[in-house]
Structure formats: structure tokens, C-alpha cells
């Protein structure tokens, strides 16, 4: 019985692969003969499966489709994990050229995060990707059932659309995360710049902030302070047009104080507005650690 696949590639990693994953076929009395030719970009890969046995399991058809079926999931790990970061940074290249070479480097890893990150969940994350690579072999599979010759790059071009189309959108959501972690440093380096170029209207700010969002405002005497504020934004508030988050950010920079305390950090601690206003305010921030007030409105919650 003999068997022939010829592979063009390029790089000799899928002969690395090859060499370290077919060690089954000697011990079925097979030989997996390996023959590579070198022309300009390319490697010319013809394998040449060769053996007979008398199997009391396996026919002769059966220990090629196993091969042909390893061989195909061997070809989507290889993908995956060579071409994969080809393909993303030929697309950028072809269709992000008006952006900067370090731009172009972000767009390319967090594209790249995209496609093999899709989750926080580290299994689910494994899951999606055994999917994808899943996919890839079941093409390559089908193809192989009916051809012996395999051009790697052409084959991506021509069967595997699909497959191109999830590395396009994988770049166009990392660009559009660019694009909006740039406009939200722009907005946080407009509010640092507003706090730093105005008086303070009171020098210190107490803030304890619910889980829910929630906030109380007082100065370094322990009157409210948040009452007045407020009312300016109050229409805007009923009528769904601003949040509570907007508000508290919005009267923090109206009053620029100079110092600004947080209490109660253990619930919101990572909460979006906190994040805004350790950034606008960076130096001027100080942890509570467990004032009267603050255990008094802890208590008070709990409730």
C-alpha cells in the first residue's frame, strides 16, 4: 500500500510537526517517508505513506483515513498557530496603511487577543478554540479526500472564507478598541486639564459610593455637599439622559478640591467612575481606612 500528499508551505515549522506526531505508524508496521525541496519562499513537502499489515483491527483504507484524518488536524494546529499571525498582520498592512507602525503593532496583538481570548474563562476560552481549529480540519480533511497536492497559503485563500472573514472582524474590533482607548485618554487628559487650570472650590472631598451606584459627597467638616450639585442635573437624571456615574464625575470637576477621599474602596474599588476619577485627580486621591463616617454608613446599609 502506498499513500502520497505533497504540502507547499513555507518555513520548515510543519516539518518540525510532522516529524514529532506520526510515531504510530511503526508500531503498525508503516513508514512515513518525508522529502523536502526547497524552492525560493517555499517548501515542497511530499510524504509518502508506505506498509502493509495484517491488522486484526485496522484495514489498509482504514490506516489512511486515520492518517488522512491526524494529518488534517495537525494542518489546522499549524494554521493556527503559523499562519494565523501571518494572515492578521497582511491584513493590516493591506487595509490600515494610514495608521502609525506602532498603531499598526497594538491593532496586531489585541487582534490577535481576540481570536484566541474570546473569554475570561480560560475553558471556555480552549473550548472555542478546539472549535475553531475543528473547523479549519474538517475543510482540510475534505479537500485531501479528494486531492494529493496542498498549496497551505492558496488553500486559506480560496476555501477557508469564512475563516478570513473572523480575522477581518478580529482586526476591526481591535481597531475599534484603539480607537476608543485614544478617545478616552483624550477625554481624561481634557479633565485632568480642566481640574489643574481652575481653583478649588472646596479643598477636601469625601465620596462613598454604593455598589449600586449610589454616592455621598461631604467636605473635610462633614457637611454635604452633594445636595446642590445635584439639583443642577436633576431634570437630566429623571428623564434618563445622565447617569449617577456622569453626575458624580461631573460635580468632582466642578469643584477641582484638592484632595479627594475614598471611603468604602472594597465595593468599588474597580467601578468605572472610580477609575475615571483616580486618573483625573491621580495624586490628589487617599484611601479611607475605616473612618466613624464611613463604618456609620456601612452599618447603615447593611440594614
Known amino acids: 500500500m502506498t499513500y502520497k500528499l505533497k504540502i507547499i508551505t513555507d518555513g520548515d515549522r510543519l516539518l518540525d510537526l510532522l516529524q514529532d506526531n506520526f510515531s504510530w505508524l511503526q508500531e503498525r508496521g508503516y513508514n512515513l517517508g518525508i522529502k523536502v525541496d526547497r524552492e525560493e519562499n517555499a517548501s515542497i513537502i511530499n510524504l509518502e505513506l508506505q506498509g502493509y499489515t495484517l491488522d486484526r483491527y485496522f484495514n489498509q483504507d482504514d490506516i489512511i483515513y486515520i492518517f488522512k484524518h491526524q494529518m488534517s488536524e495537525l494542518l489546522a494546529e499549524y494554521i493556527a498557530e503559523t499562519w494565523e499571525k501571518k494572515l492578521l498582520w497582511k491584513e493590516i498592512i493591506k487595509n490600515y496603511k494610514v495608521i502609525s507602525d506602532q498603531d499598526k503593532q497594538i491593532v496586531y496583538y489585541k487582534s490577535l487577543e481576540f481570536l484566541r481570548l474570546y473569554n475570561n474563562n480560560d475553558s471556555i476560552n480552549l473550548l472555542l478554540n478546539f472549535s475553531r481549529k475543528n473547523k479549519i480540519a474538517n475543510k482540510i480533511l475534505k479537500y485531501i479526500e479528494d486531492n494529493d497536492f496542498l498549496v497551505i497559503e492558496g488553500f486559506i485563500n480560496f476555501c477557508m ?53 449610589l454616592f455621598y459627597l461631604w467636605d473635610g467638616n462633614g457637611v454635604k455637599i452633594e445636595e446642590k450639585y445635584i439639583d443642577y442635573y436633576l431634570d437630566d437624571i429623571i428623564m434618563n439622559d445622565t447617569s449617577l ?53 456601612k452599618s447603615q446599609i447593611e440594614q
Do not use: W
Not at 474599588?269 to 473612618?291: G, L, R
Open 161 to 213: 472564507q469564512d475563516y478570513l472573514t473572523e480575522i477581518k472582524f478580529a482586526i476591526e474590533l481591535a481597531y475599534e478598541e484603539l480607537r476608543n482607548e485614544k478617545e478616552y485618554n483624550e477625554f481624561i487628559k481634557l479633565l485632568r486639564y480642566f481640574v489643574e487650570t481652575q481653583p478649588p472650590r472646596v479643598f477636601e472631598v469625601n465620596l462613598f459610593m454604593k455598589e449600586d451606584g
Open 245 to 297: 456615574d456622569d453626575v458624580l464625575i461631573s460635580i468632582l470637576i466642578t469643584i477641582s478640591p484638592q484632595k479627594i477621599v475614598l471611603h468604602n474602596t472594597s465595593a468599588i474599588d474597580y467601578s468605572e467612575p472610580v477609575e475615571i476619577i483616580k486618573k483625573v485627580f491621580n495624586e490628589k486621591i487617599v484611601n479611607c481606612s475605616n473612618c466613624d463616617r464611613c463604618l456609620k454608613l
